[in-house]
């Protein structure tokens, strides 16, 4: 790649494309790279750069050769440039063919330039400074209207002349940031294990509560499977990964299952993920999940509950839009205190029988089980 010189390499190269092309014409035209306004009153042909744009098919390109080392994020500056080359006549003569002069030299800086459309290394007329290249300079003609010619010409003093319009790229200017080779690979991990990784074909149960016992069926489990029950953004503060499942101890359970247990009692009730994820020697390589609805309970109290007064329940998963259900019938939940996911504040109604009855709760959109409940006299 070519450092800052890069864009007056390309300049120095067009210059000598059309010198060598005029050397044998009489009158020689003067070959010049400037304004369009340069105050000369000879024949001259002119390379005028007007415009630079980025080269939208590398600029993002590996730096050559070595391509990525390290850090990302600095590749060399890719260029496209656009010339404008103009013929300009001599002084008027007594046949007033001057401009004759200045077509015959311009179809000669045209047709060399059409027969030297690819400059590569080794070209005679590529210039020191623009090399090396990452590819060769590609120089084509630019189909430009009238307007787009005169757009350019009235930004100067001088009239319009008889212009063509040239793009050149591939122009790569080299990045300031040099890449460092990385440390080498001190410690190689290879993990070969014979498995496509764990599958979950089944939980039971399907709705669960913290406390209860999850009997969970996988396919090509290893030992060093983790399980993990994705985040509610409800929940409270946490692991971003995921709550890690309390795993019981396997007792009687099948070949090919595993006893889980839900990790705390104040997650948000609702549907979730539960993942299990694979890794052997440190590396993870292979995961898979299945549904898991988390719903609320009711755990306490534990003696009976008095009627037509505020009763405080002890509750698992519960939410702010609670909903308390007594053999059935809604209870009105208080609001101070207001309702959390471990308590919950009813009133029972006077008139309901003493006895035996079944408390339920519903948060979330999630119903949970029945709790057996004595209702005091």
Same mark, same amino acid.
């Given at each position: 790649?070519?450092?800052?010189?890069?864009?007056?390499?390309?300049?120095?190269?067009?210059?000598?494309?059309?010198?060598?092309?005029?050397?044998?014409?009489?009158?020689?035209?003067?070959?010049?790279?400037?304004?369009?306004?340069?105050?000369?009153?000879?024949?001259?042909?002119?390379?005028?750069?007007?415009?630079? $744009?980025?080269?939208?098919?590398?600029?993002?390109?590996?730096?050559?050769?070595?391509?990525?080392?390290? $850090?990302?994020?600095?590749?060399?500056?890719?260029?496209?440039?656009?010339?404008?080359?103009?013929?300009?006549?001599?002084?008027?003569?007594?046949?007033?063919?001057?401009?004759?002069?200045?077509?015959?030299?311009?179809?000669?800086?045209?047709?060399?330039?059409?027969?030297?459309?690819?400059?590569?290394?080794?070209?005679?007329?590529?210039?020191?400074?623009?090399?090396?290249?990452?590819?060769?300079?590609?120089?084509?003609?630019?189909?430009?209207?009238?307007?787009?010619?005169?757009?350019?010409?009235?930004?100067?003093?001088?009239?319009?002349?008889?212009?063509?319009?040239?793009?050149?790229?591939?122009?790569?200017?080299?990045?300031?940031?040099?890449?460092?080779?990385?440390?080498?690979?001190?410690?190689?991990?290879?993990?070969?294990?014979?498995?496509?990784?764990?599958?979950?074909?089944?939980?039971?149960?399907?709705?669960?509560?913290?406390?209860?016992?999850?009997?969970?069926?996988?396919?090509?489990?290893?030992?060093? $499977?983790?399980?993990?029950?994705?985040?509610?953004?409800?929940?409270?503060?946490?692991?971003?990964?995921?709550?890690?499942?309390?795993?019981?101890?396997?007792?009687?359970?099948?070949?090919?299952?595993?006893?889980?247990?839900?990790?705390?009692?104040?997650?948000?009730?609702?549907?979730?993920?539960?993942?299990?994820?694979?890794?052997?020697?440190?590396?993870?390589?292979?995961?898979?999940?299945?549904?898991?609805?988390?719903?609320?309970?009711?755990?306490?109290?534990?003696?009976?509950?008095?009627?037509?007064?505020?009763?405080?329940?002890?509750?698992?998963?519960?939410?702010?839009?609670?909903?308390?259900?007594?053999?059935?019938?809604?209870?009105?939940?208080?609001?101070?205190?207001?309702?959390?996911?471990?308590?919950?504040?009813?009133?029972?109604?006077?008139?309901?029988?003493?006895?035996?009855?079944?408390?339920?709760?519903?948060?979330?959109?999630?119903?949970?089980?029945?709790?057996?409940?004595?209702?005091?006299?």
């Amino acid at each position: 790649m070519a450092g800052v010189s890069a864009i007056q390499g390309v300049d120095d190269t067009l210059k000598a494309l059309v010198d060598g092309a005029v050397g044998g014409l009489n009158p020689k035209p003067l070959v010049t790279v400037g304004p369009l306004d340069r105050d000369h009153d000879g024949l001259r042909l002119n390379w005028f750069l007007y415009r630079i $744009a980025p080269n939208a098919a590398f600029r993002n390109m590996e730096p050559p050769l070595t391509g990525w080392r390290t $850090a990302r994020g600095n590749p060399p500056l890719a260029l496209t440039l656009q010339y404008l080359l103009s013929a300009f006549p001599a002084a008027p003569t007594d046949a007033g063919d001057q401009d004759q002069f200045a077509h015959v030299a311009l179809a000669a800086a045209m047709q060399a330039l059409h027969a030297n459309a690819i400059v590569g290394e080794g070209h005679p007329a590529l210039a020191p400074s623009a090399e090396p290249l990452v590819e060769p300079l590609r120089i084509s003609l630019e189909a430009l209207d009238l307007e787009a010619l005169s757009k350019l010409w009235t930004a100067t003093t001088d009239p319009l002349r008889l212009s063509v319009g040239y793009e050149v790229g591939l122009v790569i200017v080299e990045s300031l940031d040099a890449h460092v080779a990385g440390p080498p690979v001190r410690v190689r991990r290879l993990a070969v294990v014979p498995s496509m990784g764990p599958h979950i074909t089944a939980v039971d149960p399907p709705r669960a509560s913290f406390g209860d016992e999850l009997l969970v069926a996988v396919e090509g489990l290893t030992a060093g $499977a983790t399980f993990s029950l994705a985040r509610d953004r409800r929940d409270p503060a946490g692991p971003a990964a995921g709550w890690p499942m309390i795993e019981l101890p396997p007792g009687d359970a099948p070949p090919g299952h595993v006893r889980l247990g839900l990790p705390r009692d104040d997650l948000a009730p609702g549907a979730r993920r539960l993942d299990v994820q694979a890794v052997e020697g440190g590396l993870p390589f292979g995961s898979d999940s299945i549904g898991l609805t988390v719903v609320p309970v009711v755990t306490g109290p534990a003696g009976p509950l008095a009627k037509g007064a505020p009763v405080a329940l002890q509750t698992a998963h519960a939410a702010d839009d609670v909903e308390v259900f007594l053999d059935g019938a809604r209870l009105d939940v208080a609001t101070a205190p207001a309702p959390t996911a471990t308590a919950v504040t009813v009133t029972i109604p006077p008139a309901t029988p003493a006895g035996p009855a079944s408390i339920a709760l519903r948060a979330g959109k999630a119903a949970g089980p029945a709790t057996a409940v004595e209702v005091a006299p």
